[in-house]
């Protein structure tokens, strides 16, 4: 009896400070956002309880949303490309080829690096003055391609696009990679003798056996597309003319440029909402497609 | 064979393509404005390091490093030594509330951080920390909770029991145990936790450009975009903050590049 009251102090001490941190500045905030999603607030003057108000407003009078949320959906689909171009690389990496660490090396480097250094520099790649892109295409004869990569609508998504890929293929060539490591060679070896090609090993043994890694990858891929908030806002802010805007860069504008502090938390939560709705479906859709 | 070969040259090719924009990056911090203006390709004509003197002292890049370095370090430790705190109490001193608590920090895995953002804001505000170092420092801790206690908690259980155990029974104190015997034990993952943290809390922005007002409490991270934005067109000394500011991430990956890869991978494969 003794021991269990004891043990039940320490168990208190122990995790008080990663709790109590954990309660005032994580989890608070977000019961907060609910309730700032409910007012018209500026952040300085009263608030001004107006109900759902916001969320019809999101929802039925605002194009810049739905433009945002159009663009964070072209992100989503196309980026989900990393995740059958990371599983290639990743079956290349594991087969035994020259300067194989010095690839993983460059192909995980920009994963490790800031956002605010890879969006910096890709905007000086891109400048429509000095930057690198335009000036290899006049050095290629091609002058009439160049353009304001970044400050025309109609480049400006893909353009940043290019850069998250490249930025992010990394981090599933790591998680794939883990996964091949813990098929047997001698499996791979067995069915070579038997003369299965190297497409049959990958679509009939190698996937299959990463199929919770690939589906892991997966709704990853579709939570981080839905939150993608670094590269648009450090290269463009959404801009031009709301051309690359995506919901949380919306937030951010409604919050930290225009001070509609209620309107932006109304974003943010139905973000967070969002997210953890997508998470528990795809894992529930998934777990029913398990063997 | 022929297979291998094309293959490789893709890896090559690809891998070329993907170091360019380093490289270009290196080679236009020795160059001038002018330079950079009219031949972006072509070689620095000589390796001045003017640039890099004038982002370190006028763009008071060496304040900012200071400020990165040791914000960095301080939310680093705290959120190694509560996280292993918080594993060691799951993993070890059972209590009704330990599955539901656990459950609990897991939920953080899913909360995107601008969430938070404004409120934080305002309880920052409140607290009086606004514009100072505590501002960052904590959230940071708090914020890495959820990946971290997920982490250590994984290591805690892969220990034997009989081995603290055995230490309480002979009347050591639960603190003793965990200080003398376990951190020991579990400082792989520890160095790991600490590394993995180290890149994100170096990396992180957007707390900084929202919680900080005054120039000289900046981080790198956002010194460069207050660089980018008063500079416009002094791209030479721009390269150059890029490079000062990866320079400790870049020798920290290339050192620990194996720890670093397995930490992400242990991450997405028990999330």
């Known amino acids: 009896m003794n021991g269990k009251i004891l043990n039940k102090k320490w168990f208190t001490l122990f995790l008080l400070p990663a709790l109590t941190l954990y309660l005032i500045f994580v989890l608070l905030p977000i019961v907060w956002a609910s309730i700032y999603s409910l007012q018209d607030w500026d952040g300085i003057g009263a608030m001004n ?57 460059v192909i995980f480097l920009p994963l490790v690096m800031p956002s605010v250094v890879l969006g910096i520099l890709w905007a000086q790649i891109y400048n429509p003055i000095s930057g690198l892109l335009n000036s290899a295409l006049v050095a290629f004869g091609l002058p009439h391609l160049q353009r304001a990569w970044l400050g025309e609508p109609e480049t400006a998504l893909l353009a940043i696009l290019v850069v998250v890929l490249w930025q992010s293929i990394g981090f599933y060539v790591i998680v794939y990679l883990a996964g091949l490591q813990n098929i047997p060679e001698e499996m791979i070896e067995a069915a070579k003798i038997d003369g299965a090609t190297d497409s049959v090993i990958t679509l009939q043994i190698i996937i299959p056996l990463l199929s919770n890694l690939i589906k892991f990858t997966l709704i990853f891929n579709i939570i981080t597309s839905l939150k993608y908030f670094d590269l648009v806002f450090i290269m463009t802010r959404g801009q031009p003319d709301h051309a690359s805007e995506v919901v949380a860069t919306h937030m951010y504008n409604q919050a930290f440029d225009l001070y509609n502090y209620g309107y932006a938390s109304a974003i943010a939560f139905t973000l967070f909402m969002a997210c953890v709705f997508l998470s528990f479906v795809l894992n529930r859709v998934f777990r029913r497609y398990e063997y | ?202 990396n992180e922005f957007l707390n900084v450009l929202i919680f900080i007002n005054n120039p000289a409490l900046k981080t790198l991270q956002a010194g460069l975009m207050a660089f980018r934005g008063q500079y416009q067109t002094d791209y030479a000394s721009l390269f150059a903050a890029l490079v000062i500011t990866i320079i400790p991430i870049v020798i920290i990956f290339i050192v620990m590049q194996d720890k670093i890869t397995k930490g992400m991978a242990a991450g997405a494969i028990k999330s």
């Not at chain 1, 759902?52 to 980026?79: C, E, H, R």
């Open chain 1, 49 to 105: 309880f107006i109900c759902l108000q916001n969320y019809f407003k999101l929802f039925t009078d605002d194009p810049i949303f739905w433009q945002a949320l159009v663009n964070t959906l072209v992100l989503m689909g196309i980026s989900l490309v990393l995740i059958p171009a990371g599983l290639i690389m990743a079956i290349w990496l594991n087969t035994k080829i020259m300067l194989k660490s010095f690839f993983k090396t």
């Open chain 2, 1 to 202: 064979m022929i297979k291998r070969k094309i293959i490789f040259f893709i890896l090559l090719l690809y891998s070329l393509f993907s170091l360019f924009p380093f490289g270009w990056m290196v080679l236009s911090s020795f160059k001038t404005d002018l330079q950079i203006f009219i031949s972006p390709w072509s070689l620095p004509e000589s390796f001045n390091y003017i640039n890099y003197i004038n982002a370190w002292i006028k763009g008071n890049f060496s304040r900012y490093f200071i400020n990165s370095v040791y914000i960095t370090l301080i939310s680093v430790m705290g959120g190694v030594l509560f996280s292993s705190m918080a594993g060691y109490a799951f993993s070890r001193l059972r209590s009704k509330l330990s599955n539901n608590l656990r459950q609990l920090f897991l939920l953080g895995l899913m909360i995107p951080g601008y969430v938070t953002l404004i409120p934080l804001f305002i309880i920052l505000k409140n607290l009086g920390w606004y514009d100072t170092h505590l501002a960052l420092i904590i959230p940071y801790i708090a914020g890495s909770m959820p990946i971290n206690i997920m982490l250590m908690y994984a290591t805690y259980q892969n220990i034997p029991q009989d081995i603290d155990e055995a230490a309480i029974i002979d009347g050591a104190s639960p603190w003793r145990v965990f200080w003398m015997i376990l951190m020991p034990l579990t400082r792989p993952t520890a160095i790991t936790v600490f590394i993995l943290m180290f890149i994100s809390v170096w």
